[in-house]
């Protein structure tokens, strides 16, 4: 979110800039993005370089405001005694609201304000048909992680969130209770819950999915309703949770109700990456980039 406010207010990044969730960003990031150090983060499986952080003057850290993650990141904080803003990632609908506060930290306001109003057209835009889907009429489907498709998320978790944005019906009821996630099933339990659409994060999975024979006993394989996440520039639906998933979330309906979903997917991300990124997007890039 920083990065698409002002890229300049960056002095590191949590994570190497091009990695299996974040890809082409020598199209779509400024060359100073690109060779940022990376500082590590709070996140995931990240340690955040301390000394590094200090040694780098920020005048504040932005952290990621999730009870899984708060009590590890407030002692690292006051270890450092450098100012920091907690601002919440986990529900994409505060997404407007954190823009707008960035923007005022950041002294970017205009800019800001600008991103949050997109991101709550767009946000009440998917709201307003995902009502407008009858609950018994939601699609079945089944988030597949790891590279044999057999890691998913709770349908409760802020990983899984994108899917029920968009009117997901997840197959795989929990509650989440880490923040990695990665829930293990058994392809068993995938058989039984019978998909109608499978959404894909692993390319290697992606690569195997219609040619295993266990998997072509599904129903969404069978009616090849099983679709790859784009990760350009940024995953657009999780990996960290971004606010990428506003476009992911839109794209995700147009797979879950290919024939109810009232906008034009490929202007849709268009005008998204217009804005977001000051990027116009050629027919080609469409393609090559996110399979539209």
């Known amino acids: 979110m920083l990065y698409v406010i002002d890229d ?16 082409n960003g020598d199209r779509f990031l400024s060359e100073r993005f690109m060779k940022l150090p990376i500082l590590g983060g709070w996140h995931g499986n990240n340690i955040p370089n301390l000394e590094a952080i200090v ?11 999730t ?11 006051e270890r450092i005694s450098i100012p920091s803003l907690k601002v919440n990632i986990d529900d994409s609908t505060r997404y407007p609201e954190v823009f707008r506060t960035l923007g005022k930290v950041l002294q970017k306001e205009e800019r800001a304000n600008a991103l949050a109003d997109m991101a709550q057209t767009y946000l009440e835009e998917l709201q307003h048909f995902v009502r407008s889907v009858p609950l018994a009429e939601r699609t079945k489907v089944y988030y597949a992680e790891g590279d044999l498709g057999l890691q998913t998320e709770c349908d409760v978790s802020f990983h899984s969130e994108p899917l029920a944005l968009a009117g997901g019906n997840l197959v795989h009821k929990c509650v989440q209770n880490s923040v990695i996630g990665m829930q293990e099933v058994s392809f068993e339990q995938v058989l039984i819950y019978d998909p109608e659409v499978i959404i894909v994060q692993s390319p290697v999975f992606f690569k195997t999915v ?4 266990k998997w072509q006993m599904l129903k969404a394989v069978q009616n090849k309703r099983v679709y790859l996440v784009p990760k350009t520039p940024f995953n657009w639906t999780d990996r960290p949770p971004s606010f990428m998933r506003i476009i992911g979330a839109h794209w995700i309906a147009s797979k879950l109700y290919p024939t109810r979903y009232p906008y034009s997917i490929q202007e849709k991300v268009r005008a998204f990456y217009r804005l977001f990124f000051q990027v116009e997007l050629r027919n080609e890039e469409l393609k090559t980039y996110f399979s539209l």
Do not use: C, M, Y
């Not at 960056?10 to 890809?23: A, E, S």
């Not at 920020?58 to 990621?64: A, E, F, G, K, L």
């Not at 009870?67 to 002692?75: C, F, G, Q, R, V």
């Not at 219609?210 to 024979?213: E, L, S």
């Open 55 to 65: 040694a780098a003057h920020p005048q504040v850290i932005i952290t990621w405001d």
């Open 8 to 23: 300049r207010s960056l002095i590191g990044v949590n994570f190497p800039q091009t990695n299996q969730d974040n890809q």
């Open 67 to 77: 009870p899984l993650l708060n009590e590890k990141t407030a002692k690292d904080i």
């Open 210 to 213: 219609f040619t295993d024979t």
